[in-house]
């Protein structure tokens, strides 16, 4: 019954009605659409399979499996929470762009197939540059700009890989691919794009903080993610991702305590945690695998939290820079004490969501032997808790009052967030909710005494630091260059360099031939004037030209 | 409103007796590191499982590492004026630097 209703084409044609219908009913259909959306996703059973042939291709357009699943449900639950948080936008292609995003992503997770996967990948990135410009700022418009080049070159990427794949293994099954070729390689080189992986990174830092209010929270979910799950199905295993993810959890950590914007430290963060994730695709185990999925179900809803948290203050203050905010506990405590929800889920404080998956993928690094792989990622918790659990919330709603006095955030808003933070306390203290969806049985605990007692000593002596360097942490009115720098400066002054060149040649070689065709002109003009061509000629000289010419035409032999 | 006020008041009390959080806080940093000491760990898969309180250590000198490359990164590297990207063209040339 439900295995022609793909739950992606149940949300790209309910994403229609959103352009045209008004309020109330626009509302309603925002909550109704995204509970059709879960309905039709938990209704998939595990092994569905949905097959077709187009143009001579076998494709797969639905596959539902444990891997799947688990990325299908929280996207479908994420949709629901972004609707709830954006009820009072009056911009109906915010809307439309949101749903037809989800859509995609829920296309290219259930995906069985290459072809089906390019398709909405691509659609993930048309409908998502939307959520960017729809800010209606110039910086936004740029940002933009630069978003969609970078997806459209791990685009081109994508398509170039499949078609190699295809024409090495004559399938298009997306499964696990062989560990080497051109097609791997480019292939891999896509996920990794969207993965925002160093050094393919900076269109997430730079177009993220730029996005509207509403549309952040749904660019957090859904691209990265995506991306992770693809990594999951195509890469596990793949050595080289473990030591690239332990770099991501360290280079988001690091940046994201040198930005002003709190809505960019937050985007360091999703490299950072997308980190984590890769690394468990790396490591390759079962346990690692589904830690990687729990740890995706998690990161969406506490991302989501923290960024709806960031909006909030953004929305109602119209500020988003560290060095302009401060005391605003007093105005938005509601809004404050659900993102520091946000912020112990993230940095995997016991009792809270990222406690239960993050600490999986630590587990498996540590049971595959892995004790440099280990620490590192222990470090990045460590500035995970500096900047996002710290430092963000303190200058925002503590430190120095900058003498704002807003009013807390929207209704709407306020619930969307604690719906948010509500499943993160609720995954936190029962994990099993969620260790039954993953792709494999999850032997592991995260409440014993070791876990608690390690993760205390972590988060309280880091807190330590934090407060006796308080003084020195504060935001800087300043921007942080990152790989950006490259096209955005670097490559612009090449360009303008070569530019430069090009328009200098061009102008001398127009100069030097207006230049000589004026001396032609002239001299034309001037054997015009003397009427040198048409006066008559002796014919003493007319016998003497013809007598050369036949000289001429006997010494070359033209005569013969 | 009336949550939004009721939340506002809790929080101002907490910051009035910040004082008691702080201590709070020191009490239990130095409660776990005694029960990681007199707790045996049930495992020993790295080489610095046996050193007591090694978490509490790494995480204090690993915040401080942090904190330290965050500064030696950010003004030896890639601090720029926020109006960076935004120079007209003549400017580009220069390095940005305040």
Not at chain 1, 9 to 36: F, H, N, T
Not at chain 1, 425 to 449: E, K
């Amino acid at each position: 019954m439900t295995e022609w209703l793909h739950p992606a084409l149940l949300l790209a044609l309910g994403a229609l009605p959103l352009g045209v219908l008004q309020r109330r009913g626009r509302q309603v259909w925002q909550l109704l659409l995204p509970l059709l959306v879960l309905a039709s996703v938990a209704s998939l059973e595990s092994g569905t399979l949905v097959t077709m042939h187009l143009a001579g291709l076998e494709l797969t357009p639905l596959r539902a499996d444990g891997l799947s699943l688990v990325f299908a449900y929280i996207f479908a639950l994420i949709l629901l929470i972004g609707n709830i948080f954006s009820l009072q936008v009056e911009d109906n292609a915010q809307h439309v762009a949101a749903a037809l995003y989800a859509a995609a992503a829920l296309g290219a997770t259930l995906a069985g197939d290459l072809v089906t996967l390019y398709v909405f990948w691509e659609i993930m990135v048309v409908a998502s540059v939307w959520l960017i410009w729809r800010r209606q700022q110039r910086s936004a418009y740029q940002a933009g700009y630069r978003y969609l080049i970078v997806h459209a070159l791990g685009g081109m990427l994508l398509f170039a890989g499949v078609i190699a794949y295809y024409l090495h293994t004559g399938s298009l099954a997306f499964e696990p691919l062989a560990g080497s070729g051109t097609a791997f390689y480019l292939i891999l080189a896509a996920f990794l794009i969207n993965a925002a992986a160093p050094p393919l990174h900076a269109w997430l830092p730079d177009a993220y903080p730029e996005a509207t209010v509403t549309g952040t929270v749904f660019l957090s979910a859904f691209t990265t993610k995506t991306a992770v799950y693809v990594l999951a199905r195509g890469f596990p295993g793949t050595e080289f991702l473990v030591w690239l993810g332990v770099g991501m959890t360290l280079y988001g950590v690091t940046y994201a305590f040198l930005v002003n914007d709190i809505r960019r430290l937050l985007a360091y963060h999703i490299i950072s945690q997308v980190g984590y994730m890769v690394a468990g695709v790396g490591i390759g185990t079962t346990l690692a695998i589904s830690g990687t999925a729990a740890h995706a179900f998690t990161h969406i809803l506490y991302k989501a939290l923290l960024l709806m948290g960031a909006g909030a203050v953004l929305h109602m203050t119209g500020r988003s820079k560290l060095t302009e905010l401060g005391g605003l506990y007093r105005y938005m405590p509601v809004t404050f004490l659900l993102y520091m929800v946000g912020g112990l889920s993230i940095s995997a404080f016991p009792l809270f969501s990222g406690f239960v998956s993050k600490t999986i993928i630590i587990e498996a690094a540590a049971e595959d032997g892995r004790g440099v792989i280990f620490l590192l990622m222990m470090l990045a918790g460590v500035g995970t808790f500096l900047s996002t659990t710290l430092k963000l919330p303190w200058f925002t709603f503590f430190g120095k009052d900058a003498g704002l006095r807003p009013a807390e955030a929207p209704v709407n808003m306020r619930v969307a967030m604690g719906l948010a933070a509500l499943l993160c306390f609720v995954i936190g203290v029962m994990p099993q909710l969620l260790y039954t969806i993953l792709p494999y049985t999850v032997d592991y605990n995260a409440y014993t005494a070791s876990h608690l007692i390690k993760e205390g000593q972590l988060l309280l002596f880091t807190g330590i630091a934090f407060f006796l360097l308080l003084k020195h942490l504060g935001g800087k009115d300043k921007i942080s260059l990152d790989f950006d720098w490259f096209y955005r400066d670097l490559g612009r002054r090449w360009v303008g360099s070569a530019r430069d060149i090009v328009s200098t040649a061009n102008a001398d070689i127009r100069r030097e031939f207006m230049t000589g065709f004026r001396r032609l002109e002239a001299a034309a003009c001037r054997l015009r004037v003397s009427g040198w061509p048409m006066r008559s000629w002796p014919t003493g000289s007319m016998a003497l030209w013809t007598a050369l010419v036949l000289a001429l035409l006997l010494v070359f032999g033209l005569g013969r | 409103m009336a949550l939004v006020d009721f939340t506002a008041r809790v929080l101002e009390t907490l910051v009035r007796e910040a004082r008691w959080l702080r201590r709070g806080a020191l009490l239990l940093a130095g409660a776990v590191v005694l029960a990681d000491i007199l707790k045996d760990k049930g495992y020993s898969r790295f080489a610095w499982d046996g050193i007591p309180a090694f978490t509490a250590i790494y995480a204090f000198l690993g915040a401080l590492a942090l904190i330290g490359l965050y500064k030696l990164i950010g003004y030896g590297l890639v601090y720029r004026r926020p109006d960076y990207y935004h120079r007209g063209q003549d400017e580009q040339g220069a390095d940005g630097h305040d």
